[in-house]
């Protein structure tokens, strides 16, 4: 007969052992995406032991973990579903776990299971190589969902054609050429604005805002580029000087499949870490900003990560809002309606504004038409020959004779700048980049075409009067964090001086 009191604490033992499971919510919030990443022979789909194992192994990297570090790790993330310490998993369970794991690893191309002998205790290491961890870190088999309708070249060529010569802002960044111009130039005046729009999130609060009741974050970045601002503001969210960091599932969305590219590896290089730990999950994706609503219930991933977040932060940063004219309001009612209430909302806008003197009188900018803005229908012209320059005799004109010749005075013209108003009451200068037509512009085949002379509208440059923006927007019922509470950034670029400014949007 056992001692009573030994047999007691035995059952005791055996009975908080057994009654641990696995808490499926809390494994699903720890995997996050990632199953995608991985090997289908993993199963990382399916919350179980193994599974959880897989996931503790991977956030231990090089460390080599014995079976009681794999267990505190479970119960840490709360998979087992108890506190710790209670209900853990029995070590039989996890040697059959390691073991089943094993066997699965050695079928999946790239990974293994290392088993160390220190003293008379085994601890395991999982093994990647560098390659393949850089990839299932982050870059590859879940790289960006690009949208194949966005930017097909013919839409573009019809669309400027129709439309008697109008470049849809979306396309402007979609051509290779177009993207790398981009990326060469910008540089400067996105490293001076970066910190600048990082800094407004502890300026306007977002931060407090946003987790008043959240420690998950769905971040949508819309129109990036190549984002150095949002990953400035994901640091901030991430690694906080102060307070605790919160998770972020963060997605990306523009219309340039190569800006994607370059933001997304920058996203996976710098936070390898967070994403690795699953404290960043990320959907990259090219598409269009003002079909946000239908992407948010039609891509699964988006609709799973935001049942698990509790709060949005949207940023529209670097003056898209002024890149097209008169849709202020559709964008805020688009992202109001797109995040409905309850939950908090913070909406970040960076808009260039427009300068005044001492006395009030607008100074106006010296804007000439850059070659990068006719950069896509020189590709349309050039490289895909979806559109021809037809002469006075209605033949088609030889790429020598080539229309958008950068030699051409109308590069050097300065771009005049207009009184904006809209009927909401917005106001400030906008400045609309032309270029008139040297010859007719035509479909091929010739079936629509522009005619010779036609100033095609490439972009525009809004200048906003800022403080007419944001009456509209408080007019509108929104709280409104802006200058002065946060200064206006002077950019300054060879002669010219702009002013940028962010305002946050908090519901
Ligand atoms: C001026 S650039 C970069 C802006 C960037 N936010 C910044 O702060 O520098 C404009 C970006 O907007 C993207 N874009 C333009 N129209 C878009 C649309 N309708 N939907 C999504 N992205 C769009 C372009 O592809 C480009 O990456």
Redesign the pocket.
């Known amino acids: 007969m056992v001692c009573p009191i030994l047999h007691l604490h035995m059952h005791k033992r055996i009975e908080r052992q057994s009654d641990w499971r696995i808490d499926r919510r809390s494994y699903s919030d720890w995997l996050g995406e990632r199953a995608s990443l991985f090997p289908s022979q993993l199963r990382l789909d399916r919350p179980n032991v193994r599974s959880a194992v897989f996931l503790a192994l991977l956030e231990a990297q090089d460390q080599p973990m014995t079976y009681r570090d794999i267990g505190r790790c479970l119960a840490r993330k709360r998979v087992t579903g108890a506190p710790e310490g209670v209900g853990s998993v029995p070590v039989m369970t996890l040697r059959v776990a390691v073991s089943e794991l094993s066997h699965r690893l050695n079928r999946a191309p790239g990974f293994r299971l290392k088993t160390l002998k220190i003293g008379r205790e085994a601890r395991f290491q999982l093994q990647l190589d560098r390659a393949r961890t850089a990839s299932f870190l982050g870059v590859g088999a879940n790289a960006p969902r690009l949208d194949p309708q966005i930017n097909d070249p013919r839409a573009i060529a019809e669309t400027l054609v129709r439309d008697g010569g109008g470049l849809p ?2 396309s ?2 979609s051509t290779y050429r177009a993207a790398s111009w ?1 990326l060469s130039i ?1 540089t400067k005046t ?1 490293l001076e ?1 970066r910190n600048y729009e990082a800094g407004s999130i502890k300026a306007y609060g977002i931060r407090e805002h946003l987790s008043q009741s959240a420690n998950h974050v769905f971040f949508a970045a ?4 190549e984002g150095l ?1 949002e990953v400035s503001i994901l640091e901030q969210l991430l690694r906080p000087k102060y307070g605790s960091p919160v998770k972020v599932h963060y997605w990306a ?4 499949e190569i ?1 994607m590219m370059s933001h997304y590896q920058l996203l996976t290089h710098t936070f390898a870490d967070e994403i690795s730990r699953g404290d960043l999950t990320i959907t990259p994706m090219t598409g ?3 079909r946000i609503q239908e992407y948010l219930t039609s891509v699964p991933v988006l609709a799973q990560a935001r049942t698990r977040c509790q709060s949005t932060l949207v940023t529209f ?2 003056n ?1 809002l002024g890149n097209n004219e008169g849709k202020e309001w559709d964008f805020f009612k688009m992202v109001d309606a797109a995040f409905p209430r309850p939950q908090p909302l913070a909406i970040l806008v ?1 808009v260039s504004c427009e300068r005044t003197q001492d006395k009030g009188e607008v100074v106006p900018e010296n804007y000439t038409l850059d070659p990068f803005f006719t950069e896509v229908p020189r590709y349309l012209l050039q490289d895909l020959k979806l559109l021809e320059s037809r002469n006075d005799r209605d033949e088609c004109i030889e790429s020598s004779e080539f229309i958008f010749d950068k030699s051409d005075l109308q590069y050097r013209a300065l771009v005049p700048g207009e009184r904006y108003s809209t009927p909401n009451g917005v106001c400030g200068s906008v400045y609309r980049f032309h270029y008139s037509l040297r010859h007719r512009l035509a479909l091929k085949g010739g079936a629509q075409s522009v005619a010779k002379g036609t100033p095609i509208l490439l972009y525009s440059i809004i200048k906003y009067d800022l403080d007419s923006l944001l009456r509209f927007i408080k007019a509108r019922g929104f709280a409104v964090k802006a200058p002065p509470e946060y200064p206006i950034q002077r950019i300054s670029e060879g002669n010219e001086e702009f002013r940028y400014a962010t305002f946050a949007v908090l519901r």
């Open positions: 802002f979306s402007l960044y981009w910008s996105a604005k819309l129109a990036p580029g601002g969305l523009d219309t340039s800006l269009d900003l003002y940063l670097g898209c960076g």
